[in-house]
Every structure is written in C-alpha cells, then in structure tokens.
C-alpha cells in the first residue's frame, strides 16, 4: 500500500536529492550526472545510481575533479540564502572544507516531523496525517 509518509521520507533520503539539497549540486540532474560519470563515493565505491537511499553511517565522498564545481555551487547557493529559508537535511554532517558527508540516522516516519521544516511552503503535516489516520 502507498503510504506518503514513506516516500517523503524516502524522497529526501534519495542520494540525487540529498547532493541538491545540501547544495553540492545546483540540480537534481546535475547530481545525477555526477553519478553517472563516477564522481560520487558512497562507503568507499563509486556509485552511480542516483536512486539510492541514505542510511545511517553512510560516507559520501566526491572525485577530486569536481571540487571547483561543488565550490561555484555552493557560492551561488550563498547568495540565495536570504530569499530561502535554510532547509539543509539535519540528518547528515557536512564537512564543506573536504566535501565529506556522514549519515547520522536512518530513514523513518518519525523522522518527518523533524523534516517539516523543509517544507515549510507547501506541506501542511497535520492535514496529511488526518488524511491517512482517516484512510485508515
């Protein structure tokens, strides 16, 4: 059964999206070209799925031949952080001095009231737990 829980959840733990949203990648598409041309570690291996999901001690690491872009990107998203509200995954810690992540936590519904945050603009949480709790 579909449960929108989950796959917001799993959506926001998706290793394509996680590089966009820590602002590593200035798109989606842009961390999924990484991928497929072998610049992303995850544990030590190249990876090149973009549709992996995050877990808890995961170690992302990047090719040496993208670090300036991951610089120039992260330099515009500074420029945006005061038309954005900061919605950084709070699961994770970031080094943006080495470009090393560490997964502090795995994937669950618990999480999402953590992540709410996130989604500040759009996702009304108790609406859509009502919705559910009255699928039931």
């Known amino acids: 059964s579909f449960n929108i829980f989950d ?6 733990n998706r290793l394509d999206i996680f590089l966009y949203r820590i602002g590593f990648c200035s798109s989606v ?8 041309h072998r610049k992303v570690w995850l544990n030590g291996h190249i990876v090149t799925q973009p549709h992996i999901i995050l877990k808890f001690g995961d170690f992302i690491s990047f090719d040496s031949d993208i670090y300036s872009i991951i610089q120039r990107n992260l330099h515009n998203q500074i420029k945006l952080v005061n038309l954005l509200p900061l919605t950084l995954p709070f ?3 970031i080094n943006y001095n080495t470009f090393e992540i560490v997964i502090l936590e795995d994937a669950n519904e618990n999480r999402l009231n953590k992540m709410s945050y996130m989604f500040s603009n759009f996702l009304d949480l108790d609406n859509l737990k009502n919705y559910f709790r009255r699928k039931g």
């Not at 796959?7 to 926001?12: D, G, S």
């Not at 598409?29 to 497929?36: D, I, P, R, V």
């Open 29 to 36: 598409s842009e961390a999924q070209l990484f991928l497929s």
């Open 91 to 93: 699961f994770a810690e």
């Open 7 to 12: 796959f917001v959840v799993k959506f926001e």
